[in-house]
């Protein structure tokens, strides 16, 4: 006999609690918990809808069989490498970004351009008309694309075993009401619900499946934070709606790189691979201008050279601002700190905006280096010579320390055709300067970096 009971359940992790509590004691958040509705009973609350679990045994190590991995080339590149080389049969991918960042678009792209791929786009978003107009901007290529509009989980499964696709889109996870429980859709409850029925069935059929989840500007929706642990990758999609540029991130991946990159700029028709990222992010610069530095960055397993740009001006009020874009402020902070303590720059008084270009987050630390060169630039409005580039972390007591793979970050700039690069000392000292072209000027600490560069 099925039974009706209400829990509480913490929008952060998930965690569940009989009453309601002011503090999840899983997460330690305050004020997560919500009071929702389920069935209990026979049915249990976790049985899937038309699928039979197969029972397994335990097999000793050496007697499984190892396949080849296949990977599914998705014929687009970025995403391809935020997924780790292609999309794993029977993974469950979630993307996740804020509300009209792109996902349903880079998902339904992504539909169209397979070739011999029969893909089932599921959405419980827009009306099949809405996603008409959108393909058509997309440009049709695969004509085995269905679009369906549906969001009960039983109804999809009874679709995907009627027309077997070889890919699933969900969009998006929130929308989608499984009639096994009794919850509404959106809530936690149903979200972990439906997540799992659509984990079952990629799992059982080895085809994969993506669901698109939102997330608000602080990533605190509940719904997607218990995702991520039900899924086997997270992609998260960044960026500045107001910019051109969309980051694709992998968040967490159990199937290659959790710090791959790709990168997308939105146009007319759909989002288009950024492929050589540096060109791009390099290309508004104004020669001469102060308080510019180039720095050679790595994000995941790529080199890519980015436009650092800082503004110091009086401070117009007693207590000076300090912004970053794209930069954490608290590095920026203790960056000036070492600055203002290790060179004897003074910036107590002084409003000083930091702003990466493009509307990327930087979280490789070798960008502090361009960072404090900018920030020097532009407070003795020197400007930096437009051929040089950076790449070194910055000590507490203002020494530069060496980073990580600097040969592929000099090797970059030494394409892109610049002329100098800054590097730690420590990171010099191994390297061959005969095998480039750029110059490889060794910095020891930030006290000496002014010299280097205006002296
Ligand atoms: P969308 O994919 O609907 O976002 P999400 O699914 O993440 O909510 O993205 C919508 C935005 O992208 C919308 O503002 C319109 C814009 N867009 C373009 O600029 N070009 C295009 O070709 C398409 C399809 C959308
Ligand atoms: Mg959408």
């Given amino acids: 006999m099925a039974k009706t009971k209400t829990v509480f ?11 309601w509590v002011g503090k999840c004691a899983a997460c330690g958040e305050w004020n997560t ?6 069935v209990t009973g026979k049915a249990g609350k976790t049985t899937s809808a038309g699928l039979s679990v197969t029972r397994s045994k335990p097999v000793a190590v050496k ?6 991995e296949q990977r599914i080339d998705l014929q687009n590149l970025e995403l391809n490498r935020v997924l780790g080389g292609g999309l794993v049969p029977g993974s469950l991918v979630l993307i996740g970004g804020e509300p009209g960042i792109g996902k349903s678009t880079l998902m339904l792209q992504v539909a169209l351009a397979l070739s011999n791929t029969k893909v089932l786009y599921v959405s419980g978003e827009e009306s099949q008309q809405q996603i008409r107009m959108r393909a058509d901007r ?5 004509e085995n694309c269905y679009i369906l509009t549906e969001t009960i ?20 996870i929130q929308t989608l009401v499984s009639p096994l429980i009794d919850a509404t859709a959106g809530s936690i409850s149903q979200i972990r619900e439906s997540a799992a029925e659509m984990n079952k069935l990629a799992k059982m ?12 500007k602080d990533g605190s929706i509940a719904g997607p934070k218990v995702l991520e642990h039900m899924v086997d990758t997270v992609i998260q999609f960044e960026g500045d709606r107001h910019y051109g540029f969309r980051i694709l991130r992998a968040v967490k991946n159990r199937f290659g790189s959790a710090s791959e990159l790709g990168i997308f700029e939105m146009n007319a028709n759909g989002l288009r691979e950024v492929n050589n990222p540096s060109e791009i992010l390099l290309s508004q610069r104004e020669e001469n201008v102060s308080g510019v530095a180039i720095s050679a960055m790595i994000e995941g397993l790529r080199p890519m050279l980015i436009e650092t740009q800082a503004l110091v001006s009086t401070a117009a009020y007693g207590t000076p601002q300090r912004s970053g874009t794209g930069f954490d402020l608290r590095r920026l902070n203790m960056l000036l700190a070492v600055l203002e303590k290790r060179s ?14 493009g509307g990327i987050r930087v979280e490789d630390p070798a960008i502090d280096l361009a960072v404090i060169a900018a920030i020097l630039s532009s407070g003795e409005d020197l400007p930096i010579d437009t051929k040089s580039a950076f790449a070194a972390e910055v000590g507490l007591s203002g020494e530069i320390r060496a980073v990580g793979r600097i040969e592929a970050r000099i090797t970059e700039a030494d394409k892109l055709g610049f002329e100098k690069i800054y590097i730690s000392k420590y990171n010099a000292k191994g390297l061959d300067q005969q095998k480039f072209t750029i110059e490889i000027i060794p910095v020891a600490s930030v006290n000496q970096l002014f ?5």
């Fill in 9 to 19: 359940f913490c929008k952060s992790c998930g965690n569940e609690s009989p009453k």
């Fill in 153 to 172: 989980t039983t109804e999809i499964i009874s679709h995907f075993e009627q027309l077997q696709p070889d890919l699933v889109v969900i969009d998006s």
């Fill in 344 to 357: 004897g720059f003074r910036l107590s008084s002084k409003d000083v905006f930091l702003n990466i270009a």
């Fill in 451 to 455: 010299g280097q560069l205006f002296g």
């Fill in 138 to 142: 997309i440009g049709i290529r695969n």
């Fill in 205 to 216: 059929t080895q085809v994969p499946v993506f669901l698109i989840g939102h997330i608000t």
């Fill in 33 to 38: 918990y919500v009071e929702e509705t389920v």
């Fill in 63 to 68: 007697d499984i069989v190892s396949g080849k």
